[in-house]
Nanobody, 123 residues
Framework: QVQLVESGGGSVQAGGSLRLSCAASAYTLSSNCMAWFRQAPGKEREGVAFIANYGLTSYADSVRGRFTISRDNAKNALYLQMNSLKPEDTAMYYC?????????????????WGQGTQVTVSS
């Protein structure tokens, strides 16, 4: 049974940094696209960072230049380094495993999800 478990969320002031981690069991993270999504209260869940199985990364416009997605194949772990955090980054962040090697921004293309980790940024 595939399990994705996120950690590293918390509360931080604007301008601060956090590093999220996602550990996988019964699934090899490097086999398909991996992504970080987020969902703020009352808003749709949106994809913020993606890494294809061959390593190509992509980002939502709102986080490009501030967030970095990476993967440690030896540890079978996914990370999201978040710098220069803003109050509008406040959300529940989810790790997701895709169906294919290339990445999609559509939730339907991600069959496996973690339980989420909360990030709160205060002004």
């Amino acid at each position: 049974q595939v399990q994705l478990v996120e950690s590293g969320g918390g509360s931080v002031q604007a301008g601060g940094s956090l590093r999220l981690s996602c550990a996988a069991s019964a699934y090899t993270l490097s086999s398909n696209c991996m992504a970080w999504f987020r969902q703020a209260p009352g808003k749709e869940r949106e994809g913020v960072a993606f890494i294809a199985n061959y390593g190509l990364t992509s980002y939502a416009d709102s986080v490009r230049g501030r967030f970095t997605i990476s993967r440690d194949n030896a540890k079978n772990a996914l990370y999201l380094q978040m710098n220069s955090l803003k109050p509008e980054d406040t959300a529940m962040y989810y790790c997701a495993a895709g169906r294919h090697g290339t990445c999609s921004r559509w939730r339907v293309d991600y069959p496996y999800w973690g339980q989420g980790t909360q990030v709160t940024v205060s002004s």
